[in-house]
């Protein structure tokens, strides 16, 4: 079934009127929003890149514990997930690169069916049903992974794999960990397996799953804008329910708790509810001081839906009326932000160093109209304006890893556009200035002639940042 849905100038920044095509109960997805073909072109897509006689492998994320048998809300490794949309922990894949139509073969590793642990942990997959569902050509327990991989990787020349972080730092003990890593389920520890994977033949994976994540397809943009509309709403009713004496911690709860109704999973991050000085610490979580009556509040919140991370920053005033200093630097950010975010398309041909350039350049003319006094010294780099401008975003919330920031942004990729000034009570600055910041932080899908915001629910010019705070656009906090 296929619902469309207008938006208004509010909702989808880009001229005129926008339709945005929403699909909901599809027959063939195998993730919500996401159809088995699309992750058997995900694997295609990704053994057509690496040369002949390759083999890759994936694993499952560890459950995670906070002590003892406590465990966390579970969420599966991104490439992992990426590739296969399997989300059982205690799994692994390996793809061998073949000569057929279809151009590899999948066997998927997993626990299977255990009537007693699905009594305590939930209904697990059937290996029938994964060859089935997942187009897996095999399906086999886990417990054979160790085996089976050290098969395989004794015929094949490229073994592509991740090792953790962790242990790439002690090169004499890699392989013992990662073998380790892929058979973290396991209670033996065939050593053997790893022995086959020597360091000519390994090769790093993430590079190569990292080129196909930064292009979103027509589906991963559709749940894109529903999880940036998700959090936009919500960052707009939190600005209706905040007031002063009201803690950090109330409206940070909030925004989870309307974003949770509204279908999201889980935040996609620790949120940052920072009011007044404390809007100068870019990663302040801590939200557990009251919000002052004159103070400004800044929200960098987003959640997660069906997969995919959403990321929007908005500042506003806990009274509900800008006071004319913060309406100024308010200003400043502003009309910066809009002028970076209108340079998003493939058509300017621009990169995201170039975008961070321009964003320093227009700063510091925003900020000496309304005062300032900035030079080419670095008070506005080294204090007012510290962070990078802008990241890409998709199934994690940063996707910077393996991004070339000096090559041209590209149709479909998806990226944060997000200038902040905080500034710090020092003589170098205009004193009504002092213990203000201001961030705002729109998530834009590169489109080929014209940025398209995937964030605009979320209340961004001064009026409609005063209205949401004074119950003047509609809607109320819940």
């Not at 109330?250 to 999973?265: D, R, T, V």
């Not at 404390?278 to 069906?306: K, P, R």
């Not at 600055?429 to 590169?446: C, Q, S, T, W």
């Amino acid at each position: 079934m296929l619902t469309y849905v207008r938006h208004s100038q509010l909702d989808w920044e880009r001229p005129g009127p926008s339709y945005v095509k929403f699909t909901v109960n599809k027959q063939h997805d195998l993730t919500p929003g996401i159809p088995a073909d699309e992750y058997d072109s995900r694997r295609r897509k990704l053994m057509e890149r690496l040369p002949d006689n390759s083999l890759v492998v994936a694993v499952a994320a560890p459950v995670k514990y906070m002590s003892a048998n406590i465990f966390y809300k579970y969420r599966q490794a991104s490439d992992f997930w990426y590739l296969t949309g399997f989300e059982e922990p205690d799994s692994a894949v390996i793809l061998e690169k073949t000569s057929s139509s279809k151009g590899y073969r999948m066997t998927i590793f997993s626990s299977g069916k255990d009537p007693l642990k699905e009594k305590w942990d939930g209904a697990r997959t059937s290996y029938q049903d994964i060859e089935m569902m997942f187009q897996a050509d095999n399906s086999i327990p886990i417990t054979t992974f160790a085996s089976q991989l050290k098969s395989l990787v004794s015929s094949h020349s490229n073994v592509f794999v991740d090792i953790p972080t962790a242990t790439r730092k002690n090169a004499s003990s890699s392989s013992r960990s990662l073998l380790k890593y892929l058979t973290a389920s396991l209670r033996s520890e065939p050593e053997s397996a790893l022995d086959s994977i020597s360091s000519f033949k390994r090769r790093p994976l993430a590079p190569e799953v990292a080129k196909l994540r930064a292009f979103k397809s027509p589906a991963e943009q559709e749940l894109m804008l529903k999880a940036g509309t998700i959090s936009g709403r919500a960052h707009a009713k939190t600005m209706r329910f905040a007031e002063p004496g009201m803690s950090e911690s109330a409206l940070a709860a909030h925004f989870e708790y309307i974003c949770s109704l509204n279908g999201s999973q889980r935040p996609a991050y620790v949120p940052v509810v920072a009011s007044g000085a404390n809007s100068l610490i870019i990663h302040y979580t801590s939200n557990n001081q009251v919000i002052g009556e004159d103070e400004m509040v800044l929200i960098d919140a987003g959640c997660e839906y069906n997969g995919y991370a959403s990321d929007i920053t908005r500042t506003f005033p806990a009274s509900g009326t800008f006071s004319p200093p913060q309406r100024d630097l308010y200003t400043a950010v502003l009309t910066a932000q809009r002028e970076l975010v209108n340079l998003c398309s493939e058509k300017q041909n621009i990169t995201l160093h170039e975008l961070h350039r321009m964003s320093i350049k227009l700063l510091r003319q925003n900020l000496n109209q309304i005062g300032f006094s900035l030079g080419l010294e670095n008070d506005l780099e080294r204090v007012l304006y510290p962070h990078y401008l802008s990241h890409p975003i998709g199934i994690d919330l940063h996707e910077s890893t393996y991004v070339d920031r000096s090559a041209a942004l590209k149709e479909g990729n998806v990226i944060t556009v997000e200038p902040g000034i905080y500034v710090p009570p020092s003589t170098n600055f205009p004193k009504h200035f002092h213990n203000l910041g201001v961030r705002i932080e729109d998530e834009v899908l590169i489109g080929k002639e014209e940025p398209i915001v995937l964030t605009t629910s979320a209340p961004k010019e001064i009026e409609d940042v005063e209205g949401a705070c004074q119950g003047l656009l509609g809607f109320e906090a819940y």
